[in-house]
């Protein structure tokens, strides 16, 4: 990802086979900015049930059929996972859920961006966070409070984890215009988390060229 950005573009990367797409954000777009907030509450992914998600989502492509060495959900169809999900454990359907649900929102939040409608994005990331917490059940009280706050920023259109939501960041799609409105959601959030809180920071961040040497 960090290596193939675009100016005004975002990456989408299949990862069955590694294949790079751009979708480009539309000309008539009205002007939008993202920003990156940091909790405070670091991350450490080994220290958190992530390698957890991703033996059940292994499971539960198994189950359903995948006979890959290592199971995928990638190699399920959707049609499959609706007829056959009730073979599963109610746990393992939340994981499935999770992913079918999320490549949708991935191909609509392209149309979105190629018809440049921030609004209709930020309502799937919103939906995204909703189903990583409820389904995948990501995050920590305190991404999730912030995640709260945002939800009632002025001008915010969306916001989500950032990675894997245990701790770190969390992205936001906005108006150029909300940089206060982002902050006084965040100086409520370090009242009520104020030592994780104290090192919350904000980003303004931008679609731009992959890393390189200039």
Same mark, same amino acid.
């Given at each position: 990802?960090?290596?193939?950005?675009?100016?005004?573009?975002?990456?989408?990367?299949?990862?069955?086979?590694?294949?790079?797409?751009?979708?480009?954000?539309?000309?008539?777009?009205?002007?939008?900015?993202?920003?990156?907030?940091?909790?405070?509450?670091?991350? %450490?992914?080994?220290?958190?049930?992530?390698?957890?998600?991703?033996?059940?989502? @292994?499971?539960?492509?198994? @189950?359903?059929?995948?006979?890959?060495?290592?199971?995928?959900?990638?190699?399920?169809?959707?049609?499959?996972?609706?007829?056959?999900?009730?073979?599963?454990?109610?746990?393992?359907?939340?994981?499935?859920?999770?992913?079918?649900?999320?490549?949708?929102?991935?191909?609509?939040?392209? %149309?979105?961006?190629?018809?440049?409608?921030?609004?209709?994005?930020?309502?799937?990331?919103?939906?995204?966070?909703?189903?990583?917490? %409820?389904?995948?059940?990501?995050?920590?009280?305190?991404?999730?409070?912030?995640?709260?706050?945002?939800?009632?920023?002025?001008? =915010?259109?969306?916001?989500?984890?950032?990675?894997?939501?245990?701790?770190?960041?969390? %992205?936001?799609?906005?108006?150029?215009?909300? @940089?206060?409105?982002?902050?006084?959601?965040?100086?409520?959030? @370090?009242?009520?988390?104020?030592?994780?809180?104290?090192?919350?920071?904000?980003?303004? =961040?931008?679609?731009?060229?992959?890393?390189?040497?200039?």
């Amino acid at each position: 990802t960090i290596l193939n950005g675009k100016e005004r573009a975002l990456v989408m990367i299949d990862c069955k086979d590694g294949a790079v797409r751009y979708h480009r954000v539309a000309r008539r777009t009205p002007p939008f900015t993202w920003f990156l907030v940091d909790s405070g509450v670091p991350r %450490q992914l080994k220290e958190t049930p992530y390698n957890d998600r991703v033996a059940e989502c @292994r499971e539960a492509a198994r @189950r359903l059929g995948s006979e890959a060495e290592v199971p995928a959900l990638a190699h399920i169809a959707p049609e499959t996972y609706r007829r056959r999900r009730k073979e599963l454990p109610p746990t393992l359907v939340r994981r499935a859920e999770h992913y079918f649900s999320e490549v949708k929102r991935v191909k609509l939040g392209s %149309q979105a961006l190629s018809s440049g409608d921030m609004v209709a994005l930020g309502r799937l990331m919103w939906a995204s966070a909703d189903i990583l917490t %409820q389904n995948f059940e990501c995050g920590t009280p305190e991404t999730r409070a912030l995640l709260s706050e945002l939800r009632s920023g002025e001008g =915010v259109f969306g916001a989500s984890y950032a990675g894997a939501g245990w701790g770190g960041m969390v %992205q936001v799609l906005a108006e150029p215009t909300a @940089r206060g409105s982002v902050e006084r959601c965040v100086a409520v959030y @370090r009242d009520l988390h104020p030592v994780p809180g104290s090192s919350s920071t904000i980003y303004e =961040v931008g679609m731009g060229p992959g890393a390189h040497i200039s």
